[in-house]
């Protein structure tokens, strides 16, 4: 069974841009879950999606959004770039919602914002 | 503000001995807890988890330990071997309070083992 993959893993932007990330989750799982990782936060909660709906919300900025389609593949998009938005975004993918569900991490891309 | 501390940002143990990974909550909500391992260029992969019903929960050689009342959690790895070399990152949440599952994350701890 194929992992989670996100596309793509590598991008560098310059500020003011707007970007859009992937995130395809394992076949058969219908939650997809963001999360930004940097050096000094750790991981943050971005968003959750479930059957195309957004379950849950972290503490960012309307900036940052998602959605996630009908086969359940997800995308993040960030706005008006800043140099502070440059870190490694996670998705991660489980079978149903709720925390008792095993979520399963891509690799991330790694952003860089110049 | 840090709900879910690791106030050791990097452990270097020696091959063999027991690996010991603290985690301090300050939220009395969180009633869930996962440990997660990460390795460079990789996503994290699910360790171990406990539930606040619980103080001590066991898989293989890594072993949790709740302590509710410090909120304090640890994450014991008996004996450490190479391959553990890692980051290990502490996660929280409100299991029971439905709407609120989010996972709340350590800043994570880098494990070196020694050979």
């Known amino acids: 069974k194929a992992g989670v993959t996100q596309t793509p893993r590598y991008l560098i932007k310059t500020r003011g841009q707007q970007v859009t990330l992937s995130c395809s989750p394992i076949?058969?799982?219908?939650?997809v879950s963001w999360y930004q990782q940097t050096p000094g936060q750790g991981l943050q909660f971005l968003f959750e999606?479930?059957?195309?709906?957004?379950?849950n919300k972290g503490n960012f900025p309307g900036r940052f959004s998602g959605r996630q389609f009908s086969n359940s593949r997800s995308e993040m998009n960030v706005s008006t770039l800043e140099l502070g938005d440059s870190a490694l975004y996670l998705c991660?993918?489980?079978?149903?919602?709720?925390?008792?569900?095993?979520?399963?991490f891509g690799p991330g891309t790694r952003l860089t914002v110049t | 503000d840090q709900q879910v501390k690791q106030n050791s940002p990097s452990l270097s143990v020696q091959e063999g001995r027991i690996s010991i990974l603290n985690c301090d909550y300050t939220n009395s909500m969180f009633d869930y807890f996962l440990w997660y391992k990460k390795y460079p260029a990789e996503g994290p992969t699910f360790l171990i988890s406990i539930s606040s019903i619980k103080d001590k929960n066991e898989d293989g050689r890594f072993t949790v330990f709740l302590n509710k009342s410090a909120k304090h959690l640890s994450l014991h790895i008996v004996p450490s071997q190479p391959g553990d070399s890692a980051v290990y990152f502490c996660a929280a949440s409100g299991a029971s309070n439905f709407g609120n599952e989010k996972l709340t994350f350590g800043t994570g701890t880098r494990l070196t083992i020694i050979p």
């Open positions: 999606y479930f059957s195309e709906t957004q379950r």
């Open positions: 076949s058969g799982h219908r939650s």
């Open positions: 991660a993918s489980s079978l149903g919602t709720g925390i008792t569900y095993e979520q399963y």
